[in-house]
């Protein structure tokens, strides 16, 4: 286990959070937009455990704000879905490009 | 080169690879599967670096939860079987090449910093002590986080049911 530098798991964790930033960028869908932030945030969650683990291993808070970060992704994936189900109820369409109803 | 870290590449590319298919795949229900191979073999990674119970908690929340409610919701709104649009050439073009930069950029920054060694104590993520760290009765402990993370979790479900409830008919 030591002798994985920390540069090559950071990078892991970096390329996962770009991977999800495009599929951020590029997606129509929201369910599919959705989608890559949660790549980005388990991302996120791999940086707090690696810099936890091999940087300060006296201590367990970087593992206590992945618990919370899981937590509050839980709670924005529920109300995300609840959202975009009752913009289908209404508009049968998910595109986040054709949501523009309080545009002006 | 040890099985250990044999172990880690393997996990990695896994991870990485399903992670790409999840952003490009045209079909939405498979970017959802994709999502999930990903979010296992975070999983995974999590149990290689032996923090069992963050492997197990995202095994939980995530692939049982979140990515069953993802699917629930691509098959209520009736996007199973469709090829989703393409992206834009423009936007993709740009949105590749802005991506790829940033992670480069990144990527060179890590390279040259200087990792100051940890400290040789031996990290202990025991359940255990994650009770310690969460609600115990010291200066330390994270117990007002943890009393807004579970207010919060209220209010996003009683938000969830009040967005996604059916508005009664108006003649009744």
Request: hydrophobic share 60%; with cysteine.
């Amino acid at each position: 286990m030591s002798e994985i530098p920390v540069e090559h798991l950071l990078m892991l964790s970096t390329a996962l959070f770009f991977i999800g930033a495009y599929g951020f960028l590029t997606r129509r869908n929201m369910i599919a937009m959705l989608m890559s932030l949660e790549l980005m945030l388990n991302s996120v969650n791999i940086n707090f455990i690696v810099f936890n683990k091999y940087l300060f291993p006296d201590t367990i808070e970087g593992l206590g704000f992945t618990i919370f970060i899981i937590a509050i992704a839980a709670a924005e994936a529920a109300v995300a879905i609840a959202i975009i189900i009752n913009l289908y109820r209404n508009t049968k369409n998910i595109d986040a490009e054709n949501a523009d109803h309080l545009k002006h | 080169m040890s099985a250990s870290a044999i172990a880690f590449y393997c996990i990695a590319a896994f991870i990485l690879i399903t992670g790409i298919l999840t952003v490009t795949t045209k079909k939405l229900f498979r970017a959802a599967i994709w999502l999930l191979f990903s979010l296992i073999g975070i999983a995974a990674l999590f149990f290689w670096m032996e923090v069992e119970f963050a492997a197990a908690v995202q095994v939980i929340v995530y692939v049982g939860g979140i990515v069953v409610l993802i699917i629930f919701s691509i098959f209520l709104t009736n996007q199973e079987g469709v090829n989703m649009p393409s992206a834009l050439t423009k936007r993709s073009l740009f949105a590749g090449l802005a991506v790829v930069s940033a992670a480069a950029y990144t990527c060179t920054l890590l390279c040259n910093h200087y990792w100051m060694k940890g400290s040789d104590a031996i990290f202990d993520p025991s359940v255990n002590n994650i009770g310690y760290l969460l609600v115990a009765n010291t200066p330390e402990s994270f117990v007002l986080p943890f009393e807004l993370v579970s207010v919060l979790l209220l209010a996003a479900m009683i938000g969830c049911i009040v967005i996604a409830m059916k508005a009664q008919p108006e003649n009744k």
